[in-house]
């Protein structure tokens, strides 16, 4: 709130007036700490950091119990199961599963025609050879 100074009588009266800014007075003061939270700004810093970190306890019971987990079962049955060759997209256990020199496997049939036609690996296209081809169990 901007309020006019009165005109002084002494050495200031050759100047225009000037603005003065309302200050607040001690009663003011105390009445807006009443209404205004009692947090501090470290406080508040801290909070608004919690809030953003992740979940509290508080979110576990707005959200429910957890989903089940899920069962174990043998890593070697499920990986004959479900890697299938990137070329035909067949299981590659029934199919005699091979490596090439960078790493990927391929049913052996399907990489072998590849190979021949163009000489690259068909996922990485690194230069391959029939020789380097290696026979995997499963």
């Not at 499920?78 to 029934?94: D, G, K, R």
């Amino acid at each position: 709130m901007v309020v006019p100074r009165n005109n002084r009588s002494d050495s200031t009266s050759n100047r225009a007036p000037e603005a003065a800014i309302g200050l607040r007075t001690p009663n003011s003061l105390s009445t807006d700490r009443i209404r205004a939270p009692s947090t501090s700004r470290r406080r508040r810093h801290a909070s608004t950091n919690t809030a953003t970190t992740g979940p509290t306890a508080s979110d576990a019971e707005v959200s429910g119990p957890s989903r089940p987990k899920r069962q174990r079962t043998d890593s070697n049955e499920s990986l004959e199961e479900t890697y299938n060759c990137p070329i035909c997209f067949e299981s590659v256990s029934s199919r005699d599963p091979v490596a090439t020199k960078c790493g990927h496997v391929f049913c052996r049939q399907c990489i072998r025609t590849v190979i021949r036609r163009f000489h690259k690996c068909p996922v990485c296209r690194m230069r391959s050879t029939l020789r380097q081809l290696k026979s995997i169990t499963m």
